[in-house]
Antibody
């Protein structure tokens, strides 16, 4: 069974940093791109970014609002992806999910998702 | 950038059929995916590639996509279907996903 478990969320002051982890099991982690998606309370889903596999040079892409502040990394030996968040703003407050993208020929979809971890940026 | 438009809410009585739409410019040329999210839970994929269902998703959930509108149809709606539903496509030019704003399905 594919399983994704996020951890590392919590309360942080504006301007602070936090590092989230996503522990994966049940699939070939090293061959999979890993994505982060966030959701502010009462709001919709917002893609944050992704990191590709070693085969694809661990390439990363981010949404414009976090570029330069957030960094996605991975440790294939630990089957874990990370989201390093720096210079946090109150608008970064959200539940952060990690997920896997798949496709059969059309566009990518996300399945499964982790349970999410809450990040609260507040003074 | 590409925008997906969903109605904020849809209401339906138990046993009836709910149709949740997702509008986008020529969305029929893209693959559309749908997620169900219940309060306090992570999203769950219910339809992918317009009309395919993942294992474990009831046949009551179906999808369609043509022209400028994609739709998720839930037949014989049950109380347990009450949730937020999101559509999603992949922006191949920007190489990133796009989500609709979500639709809250209320079972009366």
């Amino acid at each position: 069974e594919v399983q994704l478990v996020e951890s590392g969320g919590g309360l942080v002051q504006p301007g602070g940093s936090l590092k989230l982890s996503c522990a994966a099991s049940g699939f070939t982690f090293s061959g999979s791109a890993m994505h982060w998606v966030r959701q502010a309370s009462g709001k919709g889903l917002e893609w944050v970014g992704r990191i590709r596999s070693k085969t694809n040079s661990y390439a990363t892409t981010y949404v414009a609002s976090v570029k330069g502040r957030f960094t996605i990394s991975r440790d294939d030996s630990k089957n874990t992806a990370y989201l390093q968040m720096n210079s946090l703003k109150t608008e970064d407050t959200a539940v952060y999910y990690c997920t896997i993208a798949s496709r059969l020929g059309g566009g990518y979809w996300f399945d499964p998702w982790g349970q999410g971890t809450l990040v609260t940026v507040s003074s | 950038s590409y925008v997906l438009t969903q109605p904020p809410s849809v209401s339906v009585a138990p046993g009836q059929t709910a149709r949740i739409t997702c509008g986008g410019n020529n969305i029929g040329s893209k693959s559309v995916h749908w997620y169900q999210q219940k309060p306090g839970q992570a999203p769950v994929l219910v339809v992918y590639d317009d009309s395919d269902r993942p294992s474990g998703i009831p046949e009551r959930f179906s999808g369609s996509n043509s022209g400028n509108t994609a739709a998720l149809t839930i037949s014989r709606v049950e109380a347990g279907d009450e949730a937020d539903y999101y559509c999603q496509v992949w922006d191949s030019s920007g190489d990133h996903p796009i989500f609709g704003g979500g639709t809250k399905l209320t079972v009366l």
